[in-house]
Structure formats: structure tokens, C-alpha cells
T-cell receptor, first 114, second 114 residues
Framework: DTGVSQNPRHKITKRGQNVTFRCDPI?????LYWYRQTLGQGPEFLTY????????KSRLLSDRFSAERPKGSFSTLEIQRTEQGDSAMYLC????????????FGEGSRLTVL | AQSVTQLGSHVSVSEGALVLLRCNYS??????LFWYVQYPNQGLQLLLK??????LVKGINGFEAEFKKSETSFHLTKPSAHMSDAAEYFC????????????FGGGTRLMVKP
């Protein structure tokens, strides 16, 4: 257990529905990252926050995706109008700014879009 | 742009045999390098990291990796495989001052035969 908590662990939804995932980080970590992992692939960077500020977004993050970290603690990732191609594992990771880059990952939220 | 290549998406070894998982990176400046392990339905766990100190890095569970700048490689090894080593292994790279964002390779699934 890394101390990073994600929920729900599994979500099955129908195409067109909205889904939201939550990440609760290690409390002293000021950076929080979202990654997406599809079957047989490595994690792909989506976005990251330093405290409450969203500092970078990947071009993978279409306008149907939005992430927030309102108080610099927990974060949410919302996907609107889900598509079958959104089916993946969504991983949250946290770390410290200025550190050597080690990230601590949660167990992920698996999304299946029917 | 930085990238990571893991040669061999699947590697099979016998229990007790040497484990060698290959990772090559492309970067114009020395990066930080990481190996993570992922067990089924779990998040990623850090095995070891290279952060410009000693080029031979020892990690958990008997794994080690050697940074070779001339070969742009960071291969992961373990002298004697154990059944519990069966998992997916990911090599990742982070450029210094790159927001701690990690870029992952495609992963190598290690299978250990009895």
C-alpha cells in the first residue's frame, strides 16, 4: 500500500455516460499526476497538478476530460460522454516537487465502456 | 523528446535463472531512470531508481540495474528468478527539471517457469 487511494476501483458504464474518478494522495505530496494505461501498454501521462494548479496537460486529454484538485489535496478526473476508446486503467500518482522524480502510484481505477 | 524502449514485451525464464530485462532511452541530456513493477490488478511499485549517483543501482527484491551512458541503457537484472517475480516491469525516464513527469516504456511481462 503506497498511501495513494483511488476509487472506484472498477467502473462499468454505457457509452455516452459521464464518469468521475477520485484520487486521495499521500498528504505531504504537493504534486499529483493522472496517467492512463491500456492493456499491454505502459502508462501514458495525462495531466499533473502542483498543489491546486494544473501545470501541464497532454494532448491525450481531449475536451471531454477534465481534472481538478480544488484544495490541493484530493483530485478528480471526469470523463464526459464516454466512448469505448476511453476503456482503460486510470492511474493516479503523487510525488514531491524538486525531488528526484519518484512517484507513488495508486492501484488505479479501471473503466469499461460498453 | 525523450522516449523509452523496452526490448521484448514478454520474457520467460526458469526459476533460479538469470533475469535480464532491457531498457534503452533516448535523451539529449542525462535523465533520471526508474524501474517499476506491476502485479495483476495493482498499481506500480518502485523497484529502483538512478539519479546520477552510482551507476549500479540496487533495488528491492534482489533486483539491480546499471546505467550505461555510452549505450543509453538501463537494463534490469536479477541473478536468480523466483516464482513471485512474475509480473509486468516498466522502465521510465524523467528529464531533470521536467516537472517530475515520467515517460514509460511499453513494459515487459516476465514469466517464471517452475
Amino acid at each position: 500500500d503506497t498511501g495513494v487511494s483511488q476509487n472506484p476501483r472498477h467502473k462499468i458504464t454505457k457509452r455516452g455516460q459521464n464518469v468521475t474518478f477520485r484520487c486521495d494522495p499521500i498528504s505531504e505530496h504537493n504534486r499529483l499526476y493522472w496517467y492512463r494505461q491500456t492493456l499491454g501498454q505502459g502508462p501514458e501521462f495525462l495531466t499533473y497538478f502542483q498543489n491546486e494548479a494544473q501545470l501541464e496537460k497532454s494532448r491525450l486529454l481531449s475536451d471531454r476530460f477534465s481534472a481538478e484538485r480544488p484544495k490541493g489535496s484530493f483530485s478528480t478526473l471526469e470523463i464526459q460522454r464516454t466512448e469505448q476508446g476511453d476503456s482503460a486503467m486510470y492511474l493516479c500518482a503523487t510525488g514531491l516537487a524538486g525531488a528526484t522524480g519518484e512517484l507513488f502510484f495508486g492501484e488505479g481505477s479501471r473503466l469499461t465502456v460498453l | 523528446a525523450q522516449s523509452v524502449t523496452q526490448l521484448g514485451s514478454h520474457v520467460s525464464v526458469s526459476e533460479g535463472a538469470l533475469v535480464l530485462l532491457r531498457c534503452n532511452y533516448s535523451s539529449s541530456v542525462p535523465p533520471y531512470l526508474f524501474w517499476y513493477v506491476q502485479y495483476p490488478n495493482q498499481g506500480l511499485q518502485l523497484l529502483l531508481k538512478y539519479t546520477s549517483a552510482a551507476t549500479l543501482v540496487k533495488g528491492i527484491n534482489g533486483f539491480e540495474a546499471e546505467f550505461k551512458k555510452s549505450e543509453t541503457s538501463f537494463h534490469l537484472t536479477k541473478p536468480s528468478a523466483h516464482m513471485s517475480d512474475a509480473a509486468e516491469y516498466f522502465c521510465a525516464v524523467k528529464l531533470v527539471n521536467a516537472g517530475n513527469m515520467l515517460t514509460f516504456g511499453g513494459g515487459t511481462r516476465l514469466m517464471v517457469k517452475p
